[in-house]
């Protein structure tokens, strides 16, 4: 009878030396001393873990991402060679990368090597000499390993068990908690420098979660791999009763796992998590904080409002390049507002405003139609807000990013998929802004959901975002703006983990 095969939780570490952490295991004599010679298939992709050990394939695959950033490995595959054709290209797909036309039946490991590894870029095959010393700690198997390849050295540490508490504890208790969970594959890519090293960062907005993974050429330029967001609402609620709910927090502390779990799964080596406006104001954002790290092992630290437009403004200007005179660059969300003023590419003020789409919306019910009495309340409302912009003279351009005026943008495209290329850049007027106002303002939520290039999750705050985007052009006494799909997010990537991304030019007029 064939034993089930039970997925289990591990957490590793790489490092040399380990410090206390392998001090306090060298305390506990070992229950199994073992030396092995191990073949890791690598992709630059990231992927499964596929390795081959006395004579066997063995692969394991990342089912999921659990509490303080653990991940679950279950065993998938465990076959000799030869291998079927159907069976490499299964191993193949998991590793990343497509497939080739296979020409035979059946490949012996050197003809594996030979004829389908060793041709690619994208795959490398690494010989892993490994040191193993086991030991058992409150339930769970450790493992500290010296591992040696033909050019590099190093030494890990791993705990694993069925049940993720134990492994926690364990980690805790050995002091590696602030140590980031990395496997065995990622690693040993890291070390031998073998593909281009994957960043995330995560966004906790007050409406909506941003998420980048983008990936850094040997240029210092970034290549994006993923580029989203989700609406979760983490602010709804909060102008009222001055806290989150446990509903907002647990929907947007469930999108921020989710996205931890993707970049991992993209093999990204670090993730940066941000939280705004929400998490400032809210008496209970600490808890926010607290709930996301226990959830994913991820620590999201809340920016100030001007470190907020500081990301922001230079975001923008790396991105559609220095402009000659005077500038704004604001940045609206659903919680609140930044706003750069500078000249020449210099920075002269810098404010953020309590101005957020979702305080708005609440404040007047513009989630569906309104009157036109009730649109010019809150127009006023938004514009006495936005005091701080009055008497100001017009700067010679005027940039806007964020949900809102990306939206704008994608509606006045009439993307029916949102194209970032395309709505970088345009030029958003002040007539066709006033033309969505009207729209939406007759419109119920599900109204909006079937505009052409509204993101249908936005149906509800995209009147006031527009309302304060309007606004904005009156203060300042522009007719237009140019649209950053480009945002703190992408700032903080540079700042983070490597140099700016590769900058792109303004689109002609939108309408």
Known sequence: MTAAIVPRWEWRTFGDPLGEAEDRLATIEPERVEETDELYLLSSGGGDTVKVRRGSLDVKHLERVGPGGLELWKPVVKTGF??????????????????????????ALEELLDVVVHPRDDLLAVSVHKRRERRALRGCLTEVTEVRTASATTRTIAVESEDPSDVLTVVRELGLEARPNVSFPRGLRALLGFGLPRFAVVDVGTNSVKFLVAEREADGSWRTVVDRAEVTRLGEGLQGAGVLSPEAMERTAEAVAGMVDEARRDDAVEIAAVGTAGLRIARNGSAFVDLVAARCGVDVEVVTGQEEGRLAFLATTSALGSVAGSLVVFDTGGGSSQFTFGHDATVDEQFSVN?????????????????????????GAIAGDLDRLDGRPEPDALFGMGGAVTNLASVAHELRTYDPEVVQGTVLEGAEIDRQIELYRTSAAEERRHVVGLQPNRAEVILAGACIVRTVLEKLGRSSLVVSDRGLRHRLLAERFGVDAVRTKPRGGST
Do not use: C, H
């Not at 305080?359 to 809150?378: I, N, W």
């Open 82 to 107: 030869p291998l079927d054709a159907a069976v490499v290209t299964s191993v193949l797909a998991r590793l990343n990368v497509t497939p080739p036309a296979l020409a035979r039946g059946a490949y």
């Open 355 to 379: 101005v957020g789409a979702a305080r708005f919306t609440e404040q007047f019910g513009l989630d569906g139609p309104v009157s036109k009495e009730v649109l010019s309340r809150a127009l």
